[in-house]
């Protein structure tokens, strides 16, 4: 066991996988100097300007291009660099990658990982701060997580690096200097595996990324009802087998998540929960404004655990 | 002007004429069966656009991938693929090239080295390039062609892959089928500058223009750039202009143009034209008659087993959509 960080977890994931399988690579802008949060490290000097490839401002062709190498049996890892800059990819992401594979009858898939890093972060307004999870959730044919901890960015991005399908992996910015316990050797995770972080008895709060921190905050206030709080850790497919376990015992379910509240993955969760189980729902969410860049206005679209506790309290009523 | 092929370029010549013709009959039974509702969706013929097809495939080897775009059925005969599961493909069957999940617009057969057409203009440049990065980190020393259309230079893919072929040095050979067209609109009237081949030339891809309808001068031109990217030279531009003797689908009458200049590019035919040179190479009528009832035969055949073959089961909806969270019948 180590204690490294998010982002040096992701850093030890993906030069693991690079040295176990010469077929995986990345590409994206400056990873030959580390990448634009530092998070491919000194890989480049490790395996070289072809494996860690730096490549020209163009989203399109970064994402497109993997799904092309892709189909030809390597496994790319896709930079790009702020979730948000992900949507000049969106043809590349949505039309190609999720659909090649039933496109095309299976002659071929599409193993690649894009990096989304999500969320608010050092005041970075409108353009670079969004949770966009829920849109890749919508698409057949891609996979979705969201990692919390050091631990699982490790054992998340090995996961999702191996997965033979094209999986949208999103770190959040504001968690890279997060520390935690990384076992080196521990076996990559199972993609599609909640976990219960904390016990509780009264409401079941279902979150993911960042807001998972917020949450178990909420749970320690005074005051507060007794939370068990689930970290999805892949949205999808995602866990019911352990949400609707919980939801069942505490008959109250809270998803939360930083993503706009409206259309949001919450959504989906807090629906299934209801008709399958017929349990209390509550979804709690950011409005439905863009993010501002003055921080008592960027506050505004913030989940804050006194606001969690509130909305469990009331599921209580 | 055509050149004078020697003997050996004869028999290739011939070849040319057969599967020029294969593609042809292809192309107008799915037409028809588009019309009869035989064959669903939107089908884009490239009827009067065999030479390119024909003329840039017959350089590449098996392990040389190509990508396509919506009007792709006759790239994929000329690489090689079966017109029995390619019709099956087209009239949804199992039996088809993807099982009938795909049809014209999807069409790819990855065995003869067919990754795929797009219904997406343009997004298959950025795949052609990164099918290329893959085949160099694979170590083999594969090149890819890229097929689209002359609409498809005013998309940023375009930009994006050229450039990106350039930095890296890749083998492929981009493939302009400048058909005059975009939908029904005339491309040079949406297109700023000098068009496709100075647009590539800017970005440091040599660009090399060729009469599209004449599939010597085609077959020879790509032959001297594919073994340009074999000998690691860099990726290479063909920009062949030719005509769509068509409507832009197999439903579109086309009446943006006047019947008069279609007319007269029917006069330049690129299968008439290549008949009447081997007519004047000393071939016989005959022979030239036998091999084009022949294509017609292969494409006759498809049809009649494309319609009797059997659609997969409806569940087989629910399968290749992924591994992780596969979705449950
Ligand atoms: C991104 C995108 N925009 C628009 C369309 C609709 N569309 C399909 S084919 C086509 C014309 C393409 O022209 P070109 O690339 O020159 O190919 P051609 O049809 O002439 O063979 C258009 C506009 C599309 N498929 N994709």
Redesign the pocket.
Known sequence: MNTISYLEASTLALRQEMERDPLVWALGEDLGRGGVFGQYGDLQRRFGPARICDTPISESTIMGAAVGAAMMGTRPVVEMRFSDFALCAV?ELVNQAAKARFMFGGQAKVPLVARLPIGMWRSSAAQHSQSLESWWTHIPGLVVVAPSTPADNHALLRAAIRCDDPVVYHEHKDLWGLKGEVDERAEPARLGEARILRPGNDVTVVTWSKTVHVALEAAALAGSPSLEVIDLRTLWPWDRATVFGSAQRTGRLLVAHEAVRVGGFGGEIAAEAAEQLGVKVRRLGAPRIPIAYAKPMEDQARITAAAIAAAARLLLG | MTQRPNLRDLERLKRHFHIMHRIRAFEEEAERANRDGRVGGAV?LSIGQEAVAAGVCSNLRREDPIVS???GHGHTIAKGAEPRAMMAELMGRAAGTCGGKGGSMHIADFKVGMLGAN?????GIPIAVGAAQALRLRGADAVVACF?????VN?GPFLEGLNWARIYDLPVLFVC???G???TTR?KSVTGGPGPGPRAESLGIPAHEVDGNDVARIDELAGELVARLRNGKGPQFLWAKTY?LKG?TAADPARYREAAEVEARWQDDPIARLRALLIELGVAAGELDALARAARGEIEDAVAFAQSAPFAPAEAAFGDVQDVGAPQP
């Not at chain 2, 219904?119 to 997004?123: K, Q």
């Open positions: 043809d | 884009h775009n919506h009007r219904g997406v203009v343009a997004a689209f259309g002359d609409g498809a998309r089928e400048d058909n067209f975009a939908s491309t769509r832009h």
